[in-house]
């Protein structure tokens, strides 16, 4: 139990274009999910918090313009990064978190890696 | 002053040896306390969950939880390679999104 998918796995775009990255919850429904990106050699960043029917809450530095949310379903959340570029290569990774868990721990998808030349 | 934090290591231990991981954490209202585990190049996979003092144990993985004094570690008994990562400290934090605070993680390479 508590797979979360995502989709992409990975990605090549130019830069300017905007990439869609999906994230589902295959096996419980995820009121919240969580997006985050991880450089290399470098620790979990995270960018926003991601809630059902409603607006998601970023973190301090990230433009909610450029990193566009939506978490329309129990199931799914999507990050658009618009108008990428180069400094936006990176591996981005969704969670979710499984209320019907005694902790409410949070499951990762298994990343997209996202190259923008 | 970090909110999470954990020796970056590397950590080496033979195989077969115990390794023992250690993570602090600063918000003493900080309620619940995870163990994820990350391979190069992949994604953070959930090894132990914790929510009281004491142990837990789960297979060749022990937690321990010490809230007094604001500590929490992960036993790996019978170190085999395939051990070998990168371990996460995660706990959450207060508020009603009950995000995740993470630490910077500790790398541990197994020895055969």
């Known amino acids: 139990g508590a797979v979360v998918s995502q989709h992409p796995s990975r990605v090549i775009c130019k830069s300017g274009t905007s990439v869609k990255i999906e994230c589902r919850s295959l096996d419980f429904q995820a009121t919240t999910m969580f997006w985050y990106r991880q450089f290399p050699k470098q620790s979990l960043m995270l960018m926003a918090t991601s809630n059902e029917g409603s607006k998601a809450t970023y973190e301090q530095g990230v433009e909610k313009d450029k990193f566009l949310i939506n978490h329309a379903s129990l199931t799914l959340s999507t990050l658009t990064v618009t108008s990428a570029h180069p400094e936006d290569s990176s591996f981005y990774i969704c969670?979710?978190?499984?209320?019907?868990?005694?902790?409410?721990?949070?499951?990762f998808g298994p990343g997209t890696r996202l190259t923008v030349l | 002053q970090k909110e999470v934090e954990q020796n970056s290591g590397p950590l080496s231990v033979p195989e077969g040896a115990i390794a023992s991981l250690n993570c602090t954490y600063s918000?003493?209202?900080?309620?619940?306390f995870f163990w994820y585990r990350q391979y190069s190049g992949k994604s953070p996979e959930l090894i132990m969950s914790?929510?009281s003092n004491g142990d837990k144990e789960d297979g060749r993985f022990t937690a321990q939880l010490n809230k007094a004094s604001q500590y929490v570690s992960l036993l790996i008994r019978d170190s085999q390679p395939s051990d070998s990562a990168t371990y996460l400290c995660a706990v959450t934090g207060a508020g009603n999104n009950r995000k995740l605070i993470w630490g910077l993680g500790t790398s541990l390479a197994v020895n055969p």
């Open positions: 914790i929510y």
């Open positions: 969670s979710a978190r499984d209320l019907g868990t005694a902790y409410n721990e949070q499951f």
């Open positions: 918000d003493r209202g900080s309620q619940s």
